[in-house]
């Protein structure tokens, strides 16, 4: 049998079971694992609540298939519902499954180390392969594209937001530069234009280009936007003392989560004012105290953590009528408060500037 936790090692397991099972424990609780993976949390929620039932949804077809045949490794298949589909689909899923309200939602973002592995898929810097990066292959955008396409200003805004790279601008200044002359189209090539461009002195821990790769993978991929979308999905499909839980490794989706979960933890209200109304109270209550953070222990067993940020909340009220209708406006828009001030922060202009 397959040991998949050589593959990867879920982060934060123990925690992560901790927030979520309590809220599926009784016989029909339904959790969403919104980015199944491998399905490592979901097979340890599901043996913390036997009488729970798991929808699994990944992007990744090839996720999708090893995590079903590890649900059935371990007895579990018929508990689990597989579905390949981004998890901004969230609603429209549920719909499809006939399923109105649901006790927990689970989200742990990012790349599976399978993912990271494949070399073919050039998500990695640390192997030569075509620059694609796309977690569906079925869609149109890859990094090629991005490199090929985009202009200076907006390659800019993108390393300096979803890479938090300090080089940004001239990174992406020699990208243009050179790209009529010689297309950008393996890691290897990206590799050394950042290694000619950050100076020695500067150099981060590892791989120069490692930040390049991950801001290119977050606009590939439009993780943030996703993200922003799923959210109030989540809560508008949420039982009473339903709970969403999150692992973010980037501070921008740490933010985005951080934001959504404060509309809900907080009265909605002028400070001061004396009397709180009904339909201004708090909805959620904090399962965390700020975001939760891997020890050293656990960074040392499984590198990955070494970024995390997790955060959990529980619906402890239905969430008011006013408070649904954004909900359901925030659930259709692509643009949320952390991107827009990363755009207003570089050049404020379009994608494509
Ligand atoms: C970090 S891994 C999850 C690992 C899983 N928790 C485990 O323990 O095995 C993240 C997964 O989410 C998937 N994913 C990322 N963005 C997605 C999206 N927008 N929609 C659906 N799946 C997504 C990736 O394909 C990947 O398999």
Known sequence: MTDYSMIHKPVLLEECVDLVAPAVSRAGGIVVDCTLGLAGHATAFLAAA???????????????????QRMRDAGFAERFTPVHAAFDELSDVLDGLHIRHVNAVFMDLGLSSLQIDENERGFSYAHDAPLDMRMDTSQELTAERVLAEYGERDLERIFRSYGEERFSRPIAREIVRRRAADPLATSHQLNALVDGVVPQAHRPAGNPAKRVFQALRIEVNGELDKLARTLPQAALHLAPYGRIVVESYHSLEDRTVKTFMNQGLHADVPAGLPVVPDDAQPFFRALTRGALKADDEQIAANPRSASVRLRGVELIRPIPPRFRRRLGDMAKDAVRDAAQEARHGADGKGRRG
Do not use: F, N, S
Request: glycine share 10%; net charge negative.
């Open 50 to 68: 036997p009488g729970a039932h798991l929808i699994g949804i990944d992007r990744d077809a090839e996720a999708l298939a090893m995590a079903t």
